[in-house]
Every structure is written in structure tokens, then in C-alpha cells.
């Protein structure tokens, strides 16, 4: 059993940085490890990968195109915490951001989560405004 619990959203200018926590209780996967990622949803708009991590196993971090070169996903107190700092926010990048976990498999775990993660958080409100 996982349990995952967000913190850090809030409201702020464009240009600016924040940071998003998942709290992560639970392992799935020893093997293949834990992957954890955030995405995004918006009201009308299907949820949307942001960026993913493996907790054990080999490790790796992966990214959409949206986030790559302006977000950064990490593992803080051995994968007991799972950030992701946004920079350079943008409008377009308001939404609810919800951590995920599943078990980490050969795939990309941005791949496996955006169709098999198991648990899920509650989510936090990332509100930016030009």
C-alpha cells in the first residue's frame, strides 16, 4: 500500500519558481522499483503527464516535453519525498497537480504511470497569472 500526499501549490506571477511536494509512504516494486511522477489537470482537459521518477531499482527521471529544461523532479530523504521544482512558470501551466505511484517496470515511468499508476493523491492548486 502507498499513500501520497501533495503540498506546496499555491498562487503566483509568471516568471517565477515553485515547488511542489509528494510525501511517499509505501513501496511497490523492489525490483523494478517505485515510480512516483506529477501530473497536471485542468476542468475539461484530460490529466497530463508532468514528470516521473524510480524510486530503487535503476533509477531515472523523466519528463514531458512541456516540463523538460524548466522543471526539475528529485528524490529528497531516500525517496521519502518526491519534489518537483517549476521555474519559469506560465500560465498555461495552472492546473491541479497530483503526485502518482505504480509499480516501475522496463518502461519509461512516465510511460507506465500515465496508464497503470496505483495510487494517487488528493492533489494541490498551482495557480499562475501573467
Known amino acids: 500500500q502507498v499513500q501520497l500526499v501533495e503540498s506546496g501549490g499555491g498562487s503566483v506571477q509568471a516568471g517565477v519558481s515553485l515547488r511542489l511536494s509528494c510525501a511517499v509512504s509505501?513501496?511497490?516494486?523492489?525490483?523494478?522499483?517505485?515510480?512516483v511522477g506529477w501530473f497536471r489537470q485542468v476542468p475539461g482537459k484530460e490529466r497530463e503527464e508532468v514528470a516521473a521518477?524510480?524510486?530503487?531499482?535503476?533509477?531515472?527521471?523523466y519528463y514531458s516535453d512541456a516540463a523538460l529544461g524548466r522543471f526539475v523532479i528529485s528524490q529528497v530523504n531516500a525517496g521519502n519525498t518526491v519534489d518537483l521544482q517549476m521555474g519559469s512558470l506560465k500560465p498555461e501551466d495552472t492546473g491541479m497537480y497530483y503526485c502518482?505511484?505504480?509499480?516501475?517496470?522496463?518502461?519509461?515511468?512516465?510511460?507506465?504511470?500515465?496508464?497503470?499508476?496505483?495510487?494517487w493523491g488528493k492533489g494541490t492548486q498551482v495557480t499562475v497569472s501573467s
Open positions: 502518482a505511484a505504480g509499480a516501475g517496470s522496463w518502461r519509461s515511468c512516465l510511460s507506465s504511470l500515465s496508464s497503470e499508476a496505483e495510487y
Open positions: 509505501g513501496y511497490i516494486s523492489p525490483t523494478a522499483g517505485t515510480c
Open positions: 521518477t524510480r524510486i530503487g531499482g535503476w533509477g531515472g527521471t
